[in-house]
């Protein structure tokens, strides 16, 4: 069983404080991706990496960074969060079937607060 | 047209209803098709992949129009525990490019 596991399911920060989120998923997936989820605007990419060490920019990058130092693990940095960074951010993880993205396995989430 | 876009409901059904959803797609060249389905502050999970014959699991039944460029959910004698948001999902490029999600169909089954 595929398993996305992600540092916290809640976190309060305060504006201006850098962040760390952390997602380590188990099954040797090449890719990793981040989101982000608001009310009403479904899921919009973050970043996502293809390989250790790499990363590209998704739909939202701005405010954001993310490393891939080791496969199995893909953390995403708000350098100084603001408050409408406040939102849920889901992480997930794939491999490629016959040279196309596979399913997608999605950690549980965690509901960042900036206050 | 949008990548890939749903109604996003809500679809209000009575237990036991028949209820269907459509989703379209902008690619004619895309590849693979899955839904997703969200539970209220979960994450998503696949609920199917949808192959060019159509497929069926159990009350769930997925099939793939590429002429017409969308694909279906139907979900026969629906439970009170179907009530979820359903997610329509593309794979819209060749290669390595993330898969693209649908902004979801909320249901809620009534009793």
């Known amino acids: 069983d595929v398993k996305v596991t992600q540092s916290s399911r809640y976190l309060v920060k305060r504006t201006g404080e850098k962040v760390f989120l952390e997602c380590v998923q188990d099954?040797?997936?090449?890719?990793m991706f981040w989101y982000r989820q608001d009310p009403g605007l479904g899921l919009r990419l973050i970043y996502f990496?293809?390989?250790?060490?790499?990363?590209e920019k998704g739909d939202i990058p701005e405010g954001y960074s993310v490393s891939r130092e080791k496969k199995e693990r893909f953390s995403l940095i708000l350098e100084s969060a603001s408050t409408n960074q406040t939102s849920m951010y889901l992480c997930?993880?794939?491999?490629?079937?016959?040279?196309?993205?596979?399913?997608?396995?999605f950690g549980p989430g965690t509901r960042l607060t900036v206050l | 047209r949008k990548e890939v876009e749903q109604d996003p409901g809500p679809f209000n059904v009575p237990e036991g209803a028949t209820v269907a959803f459509n989703c379209t797609y902008s690619?004619?060249?895309?590849?693979?098709f899955f839904w997703y389905r969200q539970d209220c502050r979960k994450e998503p999970k696949l609920l199917m992949s949808?192959?060019?014959s159509g497929n069926e699991d159990g009350r769930f039944t997925a099939q793939l129009n590429r002429a017409s460029q969308y694909i279906s959910l139907l979900i026969r004698d629906s439970k009170l525990s179907d009530s979820a948001t359903y997610l329509c999902?593309?794979?819209?490029?060749?290669?390595?490019?993330?898969?693209?999600f649908g902004k979801g169909t909320r249901l809620s089954v009534i009793a």
């Open positions: 997930a993880s794939s491999t490629l079937d016959r040279g196309f993205m596979d399913t997608q396995y």
């Open positions: 099954m040797d997936h090449e890719n």
């Open positions: 990496s293809y390989d250790v060490k790499m990363k």
């Open positions: 690619n004619s060249a895309s590849q693979s």
């Open positions: 949808v192959y060019s």
């Open positions: 999902v593309v794979n819209l490029y060749s290669g390595n490019t993330p898969l693209v």
